[in-house]
């Protein structure tokens, strides 16, 4: 039986960053939303997230996207209370050999001819700043990357957009997309635009995605301030994130404004969120390797989440279908905090039928033959 029927101009499935960022870009247009999650905001993938905000030059899509997050995260910046543990660490790609180091020129360049500042480090200049590391022959310092804490980031501008721009949020499942959103209670919602930002669940929702669940392990330790002084990661984490093998790790270590250590990273294909001793096992010998003192901090809870892994590393964001009314905003993978700012902005372009910042077409759905063919 059908109880209620409400109407919006859009709403919103799932409550993650991602949902939170389409909400709020959305209710800031003067659109009338409606959120629905079954939880508490952000307690999904992005609860388990490590929140490196990072400007990536894996591919020039891949670039467009992160750059224009980051530039509309320092945008928020305002927007967020202490809560939300906003850093500015920048990020240290570390070089162990001077093999690895033979890559940083390239990247170097590949960030300035794009308007992004980044600093070589002699290995010397490594050493200086990171004292606990490990001798590295080098690296590369990119200054204007950033961490939060993407959890109450996503409860905070859910917040703020109920109270300033009359967002509606309902806690409820939604168990269809029909033409209108259909609740697990029978009551419906009707929609100009409904957005999928269900994450990894949202093949329930839009069957066919071509999703798979991505598992990463993550540890984070007692309080140990000046321990790391920026988010320093491998020069090999690109590869070890682009591989499609079933497993890898990469060194990828983070100092959170707790004075806490959060270490990542591994990958796997696979939907549990059961610890992997062995996989664990391997990324804390990894860490070992570039941070020895390591060893000696007390560590105090270790966990696993999903990252909702997409076969070309973008995220789907846009129609379900050529023409649909259903539009995606999910596949996010290891970036999903990061993007989640140009998600948002790119949804609320289209619904709005304003022309976006960046070319939107790397990240439509349809690219793959799968959501072509609906
Ligand atoms: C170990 C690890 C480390 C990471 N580190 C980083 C990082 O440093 N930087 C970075 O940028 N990204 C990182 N990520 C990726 C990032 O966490 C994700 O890409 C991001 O959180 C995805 O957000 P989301 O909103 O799409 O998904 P989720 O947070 O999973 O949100 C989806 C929401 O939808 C809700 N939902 C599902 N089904 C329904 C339904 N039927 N009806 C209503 N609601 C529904 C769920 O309850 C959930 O709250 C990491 C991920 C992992 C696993």
Not at 225 to 241: N, T
């Amino acid at each position: 039986m059908v109880r209620t029927v409400r109407s919006c101009d859009v709403v919103v499935v799932g409550g993650g960053i991602v949902g939170a960022m389409v909400a709020w870009f959305a209710a800031r247009e003067g659109l009338r939303v409606v959120l629905v999650e079954p939880n508490a905001p952000g307690a999904g993938a992005t609860a388990t997230g490590m929140g490196h905000l990072v400007v990536m030059d894996d591919s020039d899509a891949q670039f467009a996207l992160t750059q224009l997050s980051l530039d509309l995260w320092s945008e928020l910046l305002p927007e967020l209370d202490a809560g939300c543990e906003w850093t500015s660490s920048g990020t240290l790609w570390v070089a162990r050999d001077d093999e690895e180091m033979g890559l940083v020129p390239a990247k170097a360049t590949f960030y300035r001819e794009r308007g992004v500042k980044a600093d070589v480090l002699s290995a010397r200049e490594v050493a200086d700043a990171e004292p606990n590391l490990a001798p590295m022959a080098g690296g590369l310092r990119v200054p204007g990357d950033r961490v939060v804490y993407p959890t109450n980031v996503a409860a905070r501008l859910i917040g703020l957009a109920q109270s300033r721009y009359g967002l509606q949020r309902l806690d409820g499942r939604v168990v269809a997309l029909d033409g209108t959103a259909t609740l697990e209670d029978g009551s419906r919602i009707e929609a100009g635009w409904i957005v999928n930002a269900a994450g990894a669940n949202a093949n329930d929702l839009s069957p066919g995605l071509p999703i798979k669940p991505r598992k990463g392990h993550l540890v984070i330790t007692d309080r140990y301030p000046e321990f790391l002084r920026h988010q320093v990661v491998e020069l090999g984490y690109l590869k070890s994130a682009h591989a499609m093998e079933q497993e890898s790790v990469a060194f990828n270590a983070q100092p959170r404004a707790t004075g806490q250590i959060l270490l990542g990273s591994s990958r796997q294909f696979a939907g549990d969120r059961a610890i992997d001793r062995a996989m664990l096992a391997r990324m804390v010998r990894r860490a070992l390797e570039y941070l020895p003192g390591f060893a000696r901090l007390s560590c105090l809870r270790t966990w696993v989440g999903l990252r909702a892994a997409t076969p070309d590393k973008l995220p789907m964001i846009g129609p379900a279908a050529p023409g649909s009314r259903v539009l995606l905003a999910t596949g996010h993978e290891g970036l999903g905090i990061t993007t989640s700012t140009a998600t948002g902005r790119l949804i609320a372009d289209l619904i709005v039928g304003r022309a976006s910042p960046i070319d939107p077409a790397p990240y439509l759905p349809h690219r793959f033959a799968e959501v072509a063919h609906g």
